[in-house]
């Protein structure tokens, strides 16, 4: 066929690539811009924290991925690094946070902590894993993760980043799958909102 | 000239001024050859590293020393034939000296006279609880457990590692911890040589 | 001052009959003391006797006894050994005892963090309030009978982990999976929770001052999450325009139970966790956790062992000191850059962790005897090389970047003054302490392991001013330098440990405290031993905990704007306040 032909308004693309043609490149340049700028939310809780300021400064520069802007503010923020341990007292506060964020956001659950609660797990006043409460993209663990882990961990990101088509984008869909997540609550121990029924039938098991 | 105002920023500026040059200036004294080799990574950690401290992780990976304690692994031997064994007896003693207990040893038992036999059945380490602090490799009488050197384990779900994960070959040990490989082999082979003495 | 006081022997029980007598339990020393003759107790060894200075305020639960004791160690700003005494009540609730805080400021936080983790109320505090655990918790979680929802045994190794050791994750033995638990018949929907509430109503505790117009104020809260807050913490500020009225510092977002944990495991098991508490330290916090076990078990560290530590503690002590001076310059607005030039040193010192203990910052490097492995080849040449060429020149050129800086001089002379008298009533310790004035460094004190053998200098600043903390810590990276070069010289050949490497350690009876003069301040270790793999209590004299005691106080009268730099100044870590 010549290109003219291919070219021309009455030509009929295949069904089968209808889909296929014009957004993959256009997927390709949405997701490269958005993972070669990801800018991590400025939140250290623990020990991990200071492997990520590490991570920041000269010796290992996330400039270079596009990730040096470490906003304070989650409202101007893509990717919340959650590193250290997470407290039930400090739950709600990173739920809230996280509630917060405007779309499109990733959570990266750095160290043995976040992930699953760490040596700390038996602990009455730790949350075994931050990913009970909020959904969490990328796991790096060790304790705590040198830095070249977490760049490591941060290059699983960008590649989750750009293996997203637009077309199943959570963020452009309307409907229950970007609720909220209730804040918990602090009375006698932690209280999930999304579990009041069980904790009322609580002890009648 | 002591009492001017405005003397203490402009010091500090010369300071930012010099090392500005010096980044410029180590570039041209290697002639380009300062990056993405051993050479040029082992001078910028070194007493002399003036100019750019960074080092370009990928490209460029520090390589790390030889204590250096990652998520625990299993060590096999591996016979004539390619069969494994691992060296893990399953005594327990690394389960029992881990200090968030993140680990779950089953012992065999042989099935015909219910004895216990020196292999583990299961063997679980949650790497989530993992606080690499390398007791068990240390207290391991048999040098069946050892701290690894891979710290690129980020992965999109948690990490319980079991028995097949956790396994790789004494022939890696002993690649990525030469010093310490070679001072236990010598320990073992001196036991065991006794050891046929005494039965003589 | 440079020799510490002669150890006189107090005669306190013929001096209060009746009310005090020496501790006689095997293993144990210091005072007992009566209930209601503690604060006469206090007051007369705080103005006769000369102990000026309140180090620490714990309690400890012995339930096999019915009793709840409460340990508390004076020290004089002279030097030399301290006095410890102890007052013992019975464990039947309400529990009471005498505050000291009109005595010693310092002990405010530490009485609150009894009250809140063993429910003993003591009576005359200011403002009593849980402080690590929310308002409405159930329980005091350090008492010897509250389980944790998590809880499998008393006392680790647990059984389950082998020769059965089934994979069982512990969510799936909780019915919400997670470590949750709630009192009997609880039912959520039916009352609303207020956490928060006890902390605004002792906000609105203040002097008021009505001149001129009737004006409103108003609370802010700085944090927890914050950028410049070192860590999730939390500060409570009631303004009056932009000058602070008052001010109260809300923790306890990193605490995570360090103590039951330590309870829990065993006397090894507890030497990685310790690492944790100050995690830009972790070598020093290892030394402390160290002297404190070796004086239970009677065992001298051998004389290489003994070098090792000291120039792990030194460099240690440089790497914390350097991070500081990033974050609090990061602080004072001079944003990234003085903080990329530190950071650049300290990598080089992380190095030198890595290669010998593993790890960069989670070292666990110390053993009961000793250290864990001997350097590595070429390790004692790279120190030398560092420490001899390179961080000489280094430090003088961040010295000669920062020191002159105009703004830095004029947003640090005269700003968060804390004088002399006040540093030691609340109990400030380290170049905290020493930048006021008051030349008191526990390796000149009460010298432990080898520093009696090295020469160098106690530093000290007298206008105990922002600026002041901040070149205290300058001259301190020199005096350290010092200290490695000595050392490094000094270096004998020789075994590492003294003892055979076990993991399970016979450790007798008895309490021990082992403090160690940490980059942060007086860091000390209490551990007492009934004889079985696991102490009966383990607690720990966190510095920047009781340092946080001043920041209310000095912070009165300020402009809000210069709370963070004070704030950065006091150099608190999360680990170590929250445990």
Redesign the interface.
């Known amino acids: 066929m010549e290109s003219n032909e291919l070219n021309s308004p009455e030509y009929e693309i295949p069904p089968e690539l209808k889909a296929q043609v014009a957004i993959t490149s256009l997927d390709k340049i949405y997701n490269w811009g958005r993972s070669a700028s990801v800018w991590p939310l400025?939140?250290?809780?623990?020990?991990c924290?200071?492997?990520m300021?590490?991570a920041a400064?000269?010796?290992?520069?996330i400039a270079?991925f596009g990730m040096e802007i470490m906003r304070?503010s989650p409202r101007q923020s893509d990717l919340m690094i959650v590193s250290?341990?997470v407290?039930k007292?400090?739950i709600p506060?990173i739920v809230r946070?996280y509630n917060q964020m405007p779309e499109p956001k990733y959570v990266l659950s750095m160290g043995?902590c976040a992930?699953?609660?760490?040596?700390?797990?038996?602990?009455?006043?730790?949350?075994?894993?931050v990913?009970?409460f909020i959904p969490v993209?990328?796991?790096?663990?060790?304790?705590?993760?040198?830095p070249?882990?977490l760049?490591?961990?941060l290059?699983?990101v960008q590649e989750?980043i750009r293996g997203e088509p637009i077309k199943t984008a959570r963020w452009y869909k309307k409907g229950p799958d970007l609720a909220e997540i209730p804040v918990p609550?602090?009375?006698?121990?932690?209280?999930?909102p999304r579990?009041?029924t069980?904790?009322?039938n609580?002890?009648k098991? | 000239m002591s009492d001017m105002y405005g003397k203490g920023i402009l010091k500090g500026l010369g300071v930012s001024l010099k090392r500005f040059a010096e980044t410029y200036l180590d570039d041209l004294v290697w002639l380009g050859r300062r990056y993405n080799n051993d050479k040029g990574i082992a001078h910028r950690s070194s007493k002399e590293g003036r100019g750019i401290f960074t080092v370009q992780y990928p490209e460029e990976k520090i390589p790390v020393p030889e204590e250096f304690r990652f998520v625990p692994f299993l060590v096999y031997d591996e016979g004539a034939n390619g069969e494994k064994t691992l060296r893990c007896t399953s005594c327990g003693i690394c389960a029992k000296v881990c200090p968030p207990q993140c680990i779950w040893i089953v012992r065999s038992t042989d099935p015909a006279t219910g004895r216990p036999i020196p292999d583990p059945a299961q063997f679980y380490i949650d790497a989530d609880i993992c606080m690499n602090c390398g007791l068990c490799a240390e207290f391991c009488p048999f040098d069946a457990i050892k701290m690894d050197h891979d710290y690129e384990l980020a992965s999109f779900k948690r990490s319980v590692y079991d028995e097949a994960g956790l396994s790789k070959s004494a022939g890696y040990y002993s690649a990525i911890r030469p010093v310490n490989a070679k001072r236990e082999d010598a320990a073992r082979a001196a036991k065991a040589a006794s050891r046929t003495v005494r039965v003589e | 001052m440079n020799t510490p006081a002669p150890v006189q022997s107090l005669d306190l029980e013929a001096r209060f009959p009746g009310a005090v007598h020496p501790d006689t339990r095997p293993g144990y020393s210091g005072w007992m003391v009566e209930n209601a003759a503690l604060l006469e107790f206090a007051t007369a060894l705080r103005d006769e006797f000369g102990y000026d200075y309140l180090s620490s305020v714990t309690a400890v639960d012995y339930l096999p006894d019915g009793k709840m004791e409460v340990v508390y160690q004076v020290y004089k700003t002279t030097g030399g050994s301290g006095v410890i005494f102890k007052v013992q009540v019975p464990r039947v609730d309400p529990i009471e005892v005498p505050s000291l805080v009109p005595l010693y400021p310092g002990a405010e936080l530490q009485e609150r963090e009894a009250w809140d983790l063993f429910g003993i109320k003591f009576t005359g505090h200011p403002d009593l309030r849980r402080i690590f655990m929310w308002e409405g918790f159930a329980g005091h979680p350090m008492r010897k009978d509250w389980q944790e929802p998590y809880f499998e045994e008393e006392g680790k190794p647990f059984k389950s982990r082998w020769p059965d050791g089934k994979l069982v994750m512990a969510e799936s033995k909780n019915l919400y999976a997670d470590n949750i638990a709630y009192p009997q018949g609880f039912n959520p929907a039916s009352q609303i929770f207020e956490p928060e509430k006890a902390l605004y109503d002792a906000l609105r505790v203040y002097q008021k001052e009505e001149v001129g117009l009737d004006t409103d104020h108003i609370i802010i809260n700085m944090g927890p999450q914050h950028p410049s807050t070192h860590g999730v913490f939390r500060v409570a500020v009631m303004l009056d325009g932009e000058k602070i009225i008052n001010l109260k510092p809300v923790m306890g977002y990193l605490h995570r139970n360090h103590e039951k944990i330590g309870e829990r495991n065993t006397y090894i098991m507890n030497m990685p966790y310790t690492d944790r508490l100050d995690y830009l330290a972790s070598m020093s916090n290892n030394f402390g956790y160290a002297l404190a076990v070796e004086k239970l078990m009677n065992v001298k560290p051998t004389e290489r062992a003994d070098y090792i530590r000291v120039l792990m503690a030194e460099m240690t002590r440089i790497s914390n000191h350097l991070f500081l001076i990033g974050s609090l310059l990061n602080d004072l607005g001079a944003y990234f850059t003085p903080m990329l030039y530190a950071l650049e040193e300290r990598e080089l010192i992380l190095d030198i962790f890595e290669a010998v203990s593993g790890s960069r910052m989670m070292c666990n490097y110390f053993r009961f005897g000793g250290v864990a492995r001997d350097l590595p080849e070429g390790v004692l040449q790279k120190i030398k090389d560092l420490f001899f060429e390179r961080f000489p020149r280094k430090i003088e050129e961040i010295d000669r970047f920062l020191s002159e800086n105009e703004i830095i001089r004029s947003r640090g002379i005269g700003q968060g003054v804390l004088t002399a008298e006040d540093a030691i009533k609340y109990s400030a310790a380290g170049p905290f302490l020493r930048a006021s004035g008051i030349p008191y460094d526990v390796r000149r004190a009460e010298p432990y392991s080898i520093y009696d053998r090295f020469e160098f200098d106690v530093v000290v600043r007298s206008n105990g001013d922002i600026y002041d903390r901040l070149m205290v810590r300058f001259d301190e990276i020199r005096q350290s330098i010092r200290i490695i070069q000595q050392a490094v010289k000094g270096l004998p050949e020789g075994p590492i440990m003294a003892l055979k490497p076990m993991y399970q350690v016979r450790v007798p009876p008895g309490e021990a405290y082992g403090r160690v003069e940490g980059p942060k301040g007086e860091l000390g270790f209490y551990v007492i031993s009934n004889g079985k793999p696991n102490p009966w209590r383990y607690h720990v004299r966190a510095p920047s905990f009781i340092n946080l005691t001043a920041f209310g106080p000095m912070c009165v009268g300020q402009k809000v704007a210069d709370l963070v730099g004070v704030l950065g100044s006091i150099d608190i870590v999360l680990g170590e306040v929250d445990r």
């Open positions: 400025m939140f250290g809780l623990a020990c924290a200071i492997e300021i590490c400064a000269s010796r290992y520069d270079r304070p250290g341990t407290t007292k400090m506060v946070l043995a992930s699953g609660g760490g040596p700390f797990k038996e602990g009455y006043n730790v949350v075994s894993g990913d009970k993209d990328v796991y790096v663990p060790g304790c705590p993760p040198t070249q882990a760049l490591n961990g290059m699983k989750k609550m602090l009375g006698p121990d932690l209280i999930d579990k009041i069980l904790i009322q609580g002890d098991n």
